[in-house]
């Protein structure tokens, strides 16, 4: 009686022990969401001049066993307002859209091994005001990382796909073969800043197409960071009226779900 007595003791001391455990072990289980956010930036200007320009991103991340699966949306517009002289000599302002951007692009990846894997990648475009204002693409590709560091991280992605495009000065439409290879780097410079890279390069038969996305963010807190962006894009083939390389400057707010 006596050790049943004990064992009953020893058993509600414990218990709290144990709950607190449990607790401990699926706090530690690891959240499949890694590496999402949101990023959201927007300018206006008044007075003798009038544009507007807003830009926003959103990143998702998922990973299940083997298998990591992304999403990435990318928006970008502006308008300005501008005086125009009638031939009777009255005035009237007229807004006008300068940019209308945007791009979808979904990963999936099958673990290999530690930073090796096998990758599908799709993407799709839209720009009005580009050569190509319509593009899609889809890659298989291996990936691989070539330097990990402490502070540095260098990943690698190369491999074949195929390409749609839509012309807008000739309403022509050409599918064609492509190498696409991708790279991302990221240098912590200090505990709450940090320097991101992204090279994205597409080419096929009749357009090379590259997109570089360099970008410094300070965190404010555990969840939101400032950004400063800067993007260039190129494409090989374009129309004689229009420039090959468009850059892109933006200031950011960004907010990351962990």
Request: aromatic share 10%.
């Given at each position: ?147 990990d560091a402490e502070k540095v991280v260098l990943d690698a992605q190369l491999g074949p796909g ?79 009226d229009k420039r090959k390389t468009d850059t892109l400057t933006t200031v950011n707010l960004v907010?990351?779900?962990?």
């Open positions: 009686m006596k050790y049943r007595y004990v064992i009953s003791l020893l058993c509600l001391a414990l218990s709290p022990l144990a709950s607190a455990q449990d607790a401990n072990q699926i706090a530690a289980i690891a959240s499949p969401w890694s590496g999402s956010g949101g990023e959201l930036g927007f300018a206006s200007a008044s007075g003798n001049s009038t544009s507007e320009t807003f830009n926003g991103k959103l990143r998702l991340r998922y990973a299940e066993g083997d298998w990591i699966h992304s999403m990435d949306l990318f928006g970008l517009r502006s308008s300005a307002e501008y005086k125009r002289t009638q031939d009777d000599g009255s005035v009237d302002f007229v807004r006008q859209t300068t940019a209308y951007r945007y791009s979808a692009a979904a990963a999936s990846g099958l673990q290999l091994g530690e930073h090796r894997q096998l990758t599908a990648n799709a993407r799709y475009e839209r720009d009005d005001f580009a050569t190509y204002d319509r593009q899609g693409s889809f890659a298989l590709g291996y990936g691989t990382r070539l330097i195929v390409r749609r495009t839509h012309e807008a000065d000739t309403d022509e439409t050409r599918t064609g073969l492509i190498g696409r290879g991708q790279l991302d780097l990221r240098y912590q410079l200090t505990d709450n800043t940090a320097l991101v890279n992204n090279l994205l390069v597409e080419s096929g038969s009749y357009n090379t197409f590259a997109q570089n996305d360099l970008g410094l963010s300070v965190s404010m807190s555990d969840r939101l960071a400032l950004k400063a962006g800067w993007q260039a894009r190129h494409n090989s083939d374009v129309a004689v907010y990351t779900y962990k």
